[in-house]
């Protein structure tokens, strides 16, 4: 099955703590990295490689482009969270926020709304639940899509540093505050927030270990297939898109893969 229900071991002292609704903060949450965006490839990596190649070159510059493609060839190997501090890094150091800016309002959501899961967006969407999205990724690449295209009511994501030269702001490249959102335990903190309520609904990708641990906080989980999240058919109609699309103006026609 595409989505099967998010099994975890028994423990009876956990099922009787949460089993109240005044437990539950009435609330979905999710990741966009590899849940509400199709898998392109089985390497998770390679998931939302292309969109920071968008954001390289119609943000910054082809040399930009380039050398984060020739990254390539020495990030496979690394840790997931080393490789995402290394291409955040030569995306956005020294990029003007104004320049990024543009590119989430008028480039990333023609890419990202061609790239919908349609099983997990029917979902989001029937769901009358308020939305919260949790993800390691810097937030600035998706928090416009998420909020005004999607109706996310928050997004937690990685902060980036921003320095102001001569009264232009740039980035760093480097993420501010405690570094790279740990999903759960950004989750955590998030509700320990709203008086310990726990989330009542969560979707998390299969092949995804953090978002195992990430959904298990939730009230009802899910699990959604990789092998199902790369299939070609599996994505929204045009006619179906939340909002109508903006005029793409950018210089790539295509989503690099």
């Not at 979905?28 to 969109?51: A, E, M, N, W």
């Not at 405690?178 to 955590?188: D, E, L």
């Not at 927030?193 to 299969?206: E, Q, R, Y």
Request: charge should be neutral; include cysteine; hydrophobic fraction near 40%.
């Amino acid at each position: 099955p595409s989505i099967t229900k998010y099994q975890e071991p028994p423990d009876k002292n956990r099922a009787c703590s949460v089993s109240s609704d005044h437990h539950h903060h009435h609330t979905l949450v999710c990741d966009i990295d590899g849940v509400l965006l199709r898998q392109h490839s089985s390497k998770h990596f390679h998931t939302f490689f292309p969109y920071f190649m968008l954001v390289a070159f119609e943000g910054g510059s082809i040399i930009r482009a380039i050398l984060l493609l020739l990254s390539c060839s020495f990030l496979w190997a690394l840790p997931q969270e080393t490789k995402l501090k290394i291409i955040s890094f030569i995306t956005f150091s020294g990029l003007r926020v104004k320049d990024m800016d543009n590119v989430s309002r008028s480039v990333l959501p023609k890419f990202f709304l061609e790239n919908l899961n349609l099983q997990v967006y029917d979902i989001w969407d029937r769901s009358s639940y308020s939305k919260v999205v949790f993800t390691s990724l810097p937030q600035v690449i998706v928090e416009m899509f998420l909020r005004e295209h999607l109706n996310a009511d928050d997004v937690v994501g990685t902060k980036l540093q921003e320095i102001e030269v001569m009264g232009r702001k740039f980035f760093t490249g480097l993420a501010s505050g405690s570094g790279f959102v740990v999903k759960h335990k950004s989750a955590k903190d998030y509700f320990l927030d709203n008086n310990n309520k726990k989330p009542a609904l969560g979707i998390g990708s299969s092949s995804s270990s953090q978002d195992h641990i990430f959904i298990s906080l939730c009230k009802e989980a899910y699990l959604w297939n990789e092998e199902e999240s790369m299939n070609k058919n599996n994505t929204l109609p045009r006619e179906r898109y939340p909002k109508p699309l903006i005029f793409h103006d950018g210089r790539l026609a295509f989503l690099p893969t």
